[in-house]
T-cell receptor, first 115, second 108 residues
Framework: GAVVSQHPSWVICKSGTSVKIECRSL??????MFWYRQFPKQSLMLMAT?????????EQGVEKDKFLINHASLTLSTLTVTSAHPEDSSFYIC???????????FGPGTRLTVL | DAKTTQPTSMDCAEGRAANLPCNHS???????VYWYRQIHSQGPQYIIH???NNETNEMASLIITEDRKSSTLILPHATLRDTAVYYC?????????FGKGTLLTVNP
């Protein structure tokens, strides 16, 4: 299947700092990318949908000014957690949809720990 | 998107077939059935998807009932590495809503 990478795989930061997470589709062009968050022992929750060249669409309850999403090219989307706080500590996972309809592939995830 | 119902957990012996059920009684005509799995602390892995017909690939088979209200994912020869949470998702617009899934434990 198609490969999606994320960088970094884990990050530890101080409260109040910003953290950027990259999501790349390595062998296909992704018109749409998705960002999820997963807290311990819970399921994935969709945060936002990102279309190349346009503004992201955020799910209800997700602060767009806190979670900045940029989808500048067909192979790269970034999620920036601004002014991170301990409650933002979570497993952040991206996915990408390739041009083959109805197939979506996930990255390996990024574990964020805010001290 | 239609909701799905899956058992919380299942066990399977190594080498045997694992049959994971999913109910989606409110599925609409344009909604696909997707199966993903997540091994601990990793991103979900795509397994298979289908609309009406049964599907098979190198990982699994997907059996969808004629009325489309339920489906079964079949792993023909389960191995210890197949231990994971399996998610059945119904969607028509590429947005995947994850429920709690089924924790499949493959035992030696």
């Amino acid at each position: 299947g198609a490969v999606v990478s994320q960088h970094p795989s884990w990050v530890i930061c101080k409260s109040g700092t910003s953290v950027k997470i990259e999501c790349r589709s390595l062998d296909f062009q992704a018109t749409t990318m998705f960002w999820y968050r997963q807290f311990p022992k819970q399921s994935l929750m969709l945060m936002a949908t990102s279309n190349e060249g346009s503004k992201a669409t955020y799910e209800q309850g997700v602060e767009k000014d806190k979670f900045l999403i940029n989808h500048a090219s067909l192979t790269l989307s970034t999620l920036t957690v601004t002014s991170a706080h301990p409650e933002d500590s979570s497993f952040y996972i991206c996915s990408a949809r390739d041009r083959t309809p109805n197939e979506q592939f996930f990255g390996p995830g990024t574990r964020l720990t805010v001290l | 998107d239609a909701k799905t119902t899956q058992p919380t957990s299942m066990d399977c012996a190594e080498g045997r077939a694992a049959n994971l059920p999913c109910n989606h009684s409110t599925i609409s005509g344009n909604e696909y059935v997707y199966w993903y799995r997540q091994i601990h602390s990793q991103g979900p892995q795509y397994i298979i998807h289908g609309l009406k017909n049964n599907e098979t690939n190198e990982m699994a088979s997907l059996i969808i009932t004629e009325d489309r209200k339920s489906s079964t994912l079949i792993l023909p020869h389960a191995t210890l590495r197949d231990t994971a949470v399996y998610y059945c998702i119904v969607s028509s617009n590429y947005k995947l809503t994850f429920g709690k899934g089924t924790l499949l434990t493959v035992n030696p």
